[in-house]
């Protein structure tokens, strides 16, 4: 971005002037920069005769910094709705422009792209008090006053190359969205941990905006059916959108706020492993098994076990079993039934005591 000096300089052929009367004084007027970490020390411009102030804390640089970019767009003059339409016009010449090879532009055309650059530097210079005051009202949720004005200050050079002074508005209305859109998903894309497409993060902006809206008008908070119907999409999808908006908790967060609590992630049922209440089941029922097994003559043992693995073994089939004890297939399927119906007629007795 050039310095105002030069933008001065060389936009005088525009007839729109760069600062106004009441500016700071020759020599003092500088370019607008969003404050960062490198440009903090800049302050301290006069550090040979401060030598007795002690450093200062991060938190004084970031709030002398915060005011010294304030104080440093405010000296900038706004825009009058001439000199927007006129500024507007040098952008949309400079882009169309731009598809040229550089070596196949003519002096002119070089000419014409430098002045809508400057031009747009200084729409987007008379502008970022917009930004600031926009950012203002998103502040504390997530997101720093600077980085918010970062990401408006994004939104803000794409409003500038995509207006249209033919259309009508002033451009303040038309940047005023795209500011906002910046600051909003930056928002979303911060505080969720798994960031949502911004057809989701829209969609679910939409939600909330219409279910403050419906309860608003009925006093209370709209069912399912209702929000549905405002926001014009079937239940399902409805459903499926406050699924979406669930937030994210930390396995390692701990189940009850207290550090001696299990956390979240040791509660998780392992998908692979036995509930306690089960394995005690299968462990009585084993107990139990032993002993009407132990009721059965030993072929009848041997083929139940053999058959459905009792033993932790492979279970077998009718033919396998077969030829270790030395009878056909049919044969080992009928002693099979018959221990089977011992067993059933023995758990019948018992849970008839």
């Known amino acids: 971005m050039l310095s105002f000096a030069q933008i001065r300089q060389e936009t005088r052929v525009m007839g729109i002037p760069l600062e106004s009367n009441e500016a700071a004084p020759k020599g003092t007027s500088k370019e607008p920069l969003l404050p960062t970490a490198s ?43 001439a000199e927007e339409i006129e500024l507007a016009h040098h952008v949309q010449a400079m882009k169309e422009l731009l598809d040229i090879q550089e070596e196949d532009r003519t002096p002119k055309q070089r000419h014409r792209i430098r002045m809508g650059k400057r031009a747009r530097d200084r729409m987007m210079a008379a502008n970022l008090r917009l930004v600031v005051s926009v950012a203002k009202k998103y502040q504390n949720q997530g997101l720093e006053l600077l980085d918010l004005v970062q990401e408006g200050a994004i939104g803000l050079e794409r409003a500038v190359d995509k207006f249209d002074p033919a259309m009508g508005y002033k451009f303040s209305t038309y940047a005023y969205w795209w500011i906002r859109q910046g600051m909003t998903r930056a928002i979303d894309n911060s505080a969720r941990t798994i960031r949502l497409p911004i057809h989701i993060s829209e969609k679910l902006s939409k939600m909330r905006k219409i279910t403050r809206e419906l309860s608003h008008r009925f006093g209370r908070q709209p069912n399912r059916l209702e929000l549905a119907h405002a926001m014009g999409i079937e239940p399902r999808d409805l459903e499926e959108l406050i699924s979406q908006s669930a937030p994210c908790a930390s396995l390692d967060a ?28 299968r462990s009585i029922q084993k107990e139990h098994l032993g002993g009407w097994l132990s009721q059965l003559n030993e072929r009848e043992q ?36 018959k221990a089977i119906l011992k067993l059933r007629t023995m758990t019948n007795h018992q849970q008839a005591a």
Do not use: C
């Open 254 to 281: 701990h189940a009850r706020g207290e550090e001696d609590r299990s956390t979240l992630g040791e509660l998780i049922p392992d998908p692979n492993g036995d509930e306690p209440m089960e394995g005690m089941d």
């Open 39 to 81: 440009r903090r020390n800049t302050a301290n411009h006069s550090r040979g005769t401060s030598s007795g102030r002690t450093s200062r804390s991060g938190g004084r640089l970031a709030t002398d910094s915060i005011g010294h970019y304030l104080s440093s767009i405010g000296r900038v003059p706004l825009l009058t709705a």
């Open 302 to 337: 041997k083929i139940l076990r053999l058959r459905f693995g009792l033993g932790g073994e492979e279970p077998l089939t009718l033919a396998e079993i077969g030829r270790q004890i030395n009878v056909s297939r049919e044969r080992v399927r009928q002693l099979e039934s």
